[in-house]
């Protein structure tokens, strides 16, 4: 299988087939991209070994996992691939581009699928040549330890292929979650609606940012507040969801001004130290690792 694009998102799926057994192509925009890709892939199959040493009869050794990674800069690498999962940033027109130059690439038969966690289904197939081999696989972050991933149904899906996601979900050791194409599915939908109700309760003064994570957590079993979850998943990118979930679905989605005024600050969360949570104090990091 092949995953578009090796950030934290592209590493974690290229990651979770690995582990199951797949040979994977991870392409990358250019070499530094590249090389930071592979390095990222390897330091998270390290760390799912260190957690679990004992060797599978799919996995193999460390060794034997990563000779079946190979990171590349040309779409045309994915020529074999029998699946491509593109995991481009939450942009439409960027999402758009990279799913019709990397069709262009598969065989008739193969499949493509975008990990978007908003854009339409429905929409990002209209530039394809096969809408019916296209469906979304919205997996969460971070990838190795979430067990939940959403497939996606456009309106042009074949049929046949919600069975056959479902089975490539089962086989990552993950559930699956069949929805139709609607503005941000289910998860990123009722996600998102907590998270900015969080947000403006903290805005108003409600609670401390703790308080209210700790009422989520405790009181509702949570596994993460829903500050801190938007501390994982980064700020900007549930502001771009929010913008979007507002111009599809009404005002109720609205982004607040305190989420507007943090991105704006730089402060996106786990990945710049600082966002509703301070990221940089060692009992926040070892409270939240994967």
């Known amino acids: 299988m092949g995953v578009l694009g090796g950030g934290r998102m592209g590493a974690g799926i290229a990651h979770a087939f690995l582990m199951a057994g797949c040979a994977v192509v991870v392409v990358e925009r250019n070499a530094e991209a ?17 957690r679990n040493p004992e060797p599978t009869a799919e996995r193999g050794s460390a060794d034997e996992i990563l000779a079946r990674l190979t990171v590349s800069t040309s779409s045309t690498d994915f020529a074999l691939c029998a699946l491509v999962v593109e995991a481009v940033p939450e942009e439409l027109d960027l999402k758009n581009s990279a799913l019709q130059t990397v ?13 978007t966690s908003s854009l339409s289904i429905n929409v990002l197939a209209e530039g394809l040549q096969r809408p019916e081999n296209f ?25 046949a292929l919600a069975t056959t996601a479902k089975g490539w979900v089962e086989a990552l050791g993950k559930t699956a979650v069949v929805v139709r194409d609607s503005p941000g599915f289910a998860s990123s939908r009722l996600g998102v609606a907590l998270a900015l109700e969080a947000m403006r309760m903290l805005e108003e003064g409600v609670a401390s940012a703790e308080d ?21 998943v980064g700020l900007d990118v549930r502001l771009e969801i929010a ?14 001004q ?33």
């Open 34 to 50: 590249a090389a930071v890709a592979r390095a990222r892939v390897a330091k998270s199959v390290a760390g799912s070994l260190a």
């Open 103 to 115: 069709e262009k690439q598969l065989a008739p038969q193969a499949y493509l699928a975008s990990n």
């Open 135 to 159: 469906v979304g696989l919205h997996f969460f972050n971070p990838v190795p330890a979430s067990s939940l991933v959403e497939v996606v149904l456009g309106q042009q899906t074949a049929p």
């Open 212 to 232: 209210i994570d700790a009422a989520m957590v405790l009181g509702y079993r949570h596994q993460t507040g829903p500050l801190r979850t938007t501390d994982i």
């Open 243 to 256: 913008e979007y979930l507002a111009a599809m679905l009404g005002e109720r989605f609205a982004p607040p």
């Open 258 to 290: 305190i989420l507007r005024d943090k991105v704006a600050r730089g402060e996106l969360g786990r990945k710049t130290g600082k966002g509703f949570f301070d990221w940089t104090e060692p009992e926040i990091e070892r409270r939240n690792a994967p």
